[in-house]
């Protein structure tokens, strides 16, 4: 069962331009995180949010918390070249222990 | 600092063998998780283990068994390797369970690159 989808699912753009990913699903959760994975490593933890409508920044990226708890989105102003990356929201049920990962964002930043 | 450490890194099964994927955390983490990783199709949870000594199924079990170790390894098994299983898997770790949907931070390793003929 996939609940998290995320949009969209490539993106190529010139170093500079701003740009937002999304991350819906139809089911309340309790947290979310967002993760961004390099090619041939694991995934590394950017931020979680916990709180419905919470803003979160991280130097330029700027990360939202749906005020349903339902979806969240990543924005990212001024993007560079190390922002390329497989970026992965997670969301965490308030039962049970799992976390679902979302389809995933693959990010090209053009210099 | 080796966080998550994974082995092999590699491995190339043909149908019918069986493997076990080791995975080792040095944080004194509680919870250990395995994850397999399709294109197209994010991080799909195999199993995990809250605490040492429990085990539970996660999304996608079939095929699979694992064993927690100790409080620092957890090993994922694939008795009868299908070609289907050929994915990309991960071991994580979190110092405390997600119960409640907490947000746990997970460490990842930098996974196990599993093609079967």
């Known amino acids: 069962t996939q609940l998290l989808e995320q949009s969209p699912q490539f993106l190529s753009i010139q170093e500079g331009e701003n740009l937002t990913v999304y991350c819906n699903s139809s089911?309340?959760?309790?947290?979310l995180q967002w993760y961004r994975q390099e090619p041939g490593e694991g995934p590394v933890l950017l931020v979680t949010?916990?709180?419905?409508?919470e803003v979160k920044k991280l130097k330029r990226l700027t990360f939202q918390f749906g005020d349903a708890r339902k979806d969240s989105s990543l924005h990212i102003t001024a993007a560079q070249p190390g922002d390329t990356g497989l970026y992965l929201c997670a969301g965490a049920p308030n039962t049970g222990n799992q976390f679902y990962f979302g389809t995933g964002t693959s990010l090209t930043v053009i210099p | 600092n080796a966080g998550v450490t994974q082995t092999p890194k590699f491995q190339v099964l043909k149908t019918g063998q069986s493997m076990t994927l080791q995975c080792a955390q040095d944080m004194n983490h509680n919870s250990m998780y395995w994850y397999r990783q399709d294109p197209g199709m994010g991080l799909r949870l195999i199993y995990y283990?809250?605490?040492?000594?429990?085990?539970d199924k996660g999304e996608v079990p079939n095929g699979y068994n694992v064993s927690r170790l100790n409080k620092r390894e957890f090993s994922l098994r694939l008795e009868s390797a299908a070609p289907s299983q050929t994915s990309v898997y991960f071991c994580?770790?979190?110092?405390?369970?997600?119960?409640?949907?907490?947000?746990?931070?997970?460490?990842f390793g930098d996974g196990t690159r599993l093609s079967i003929l």
């Open positions: 994580a770790s979190s110092e405390r369970p997600n119960y409640g949907g907490r947000g746990q931070p997970q460490h």
């Open positions: 949010v916990v709180t419905g409508g």
């Open positions: 089911s309340v959760f309790s947290s």
């Open positions: 283990s809250a605490s040492e000594g429990t085990t």
